[in-house]
């Protein structure tokens, strides 16, 4: 499995932007579907976006369509999710997962886990 780091949450207000970026080890990384998750205080977690092995095939939860855009560079074992017109809504720790030969349909099944960054937007 991957070992992933999550880096660029921090603070911003309403209708603002972030970029969180998903560092990973290891040589399988581009045979690797990819997302983003996200849990705010006292919900459950959320599914936010995924994108596939060579990324042509993304998918995004309902409340971000439009707003969010992940992206992946395989050269530097890298997986970004662009974040633009943030809402308080969108206050909560953001992790990046992983499933070897996964897909982005199924995110559920994702397996390796980064330790998350804390996003917190303000009104």
């Not at 970026?21 to 996200?38: D, L």
């Not at 409340?63 to 992940?70: A, L, N, P, W």
């Not at 633009?84 to 099944?109: H, I, M, Q, W």
């Amino acid at each position: 499995q991957v070992q992933l780091v999550e880096s660029g949450g921090g603070l911003v207000q309403a209708g603002g932007s972030l970029r969180l970026s998903c560092a990973a080890s290891g040589r399988s990384f581009s045979s690797y579907a990819m997302g983003w998750f996200r849990q705010a205080p006292e919900k459950g977690r959320e599914f936010v976006a995924a994108i596939g092995w060579r990324g042509g095939s993304t998918n995004y939860g309902d409340s971000v369509k439009g707003r969010f855009t992940i992206s992946r560079d395989n050269a530097k074992n890298t997986v970004y999710l662009q974040m633009n017109s943030l809402k308080p809504e969108d206050t909560a720790v953001y992790s990046c997962a992983g499933r070897l030969f996964g897909s982005v349909f199924t995110p559920n099944e994702y397996n390796s886990w980064g330790q998350g960054t804390q996003v917190t937007v303000s009104s």
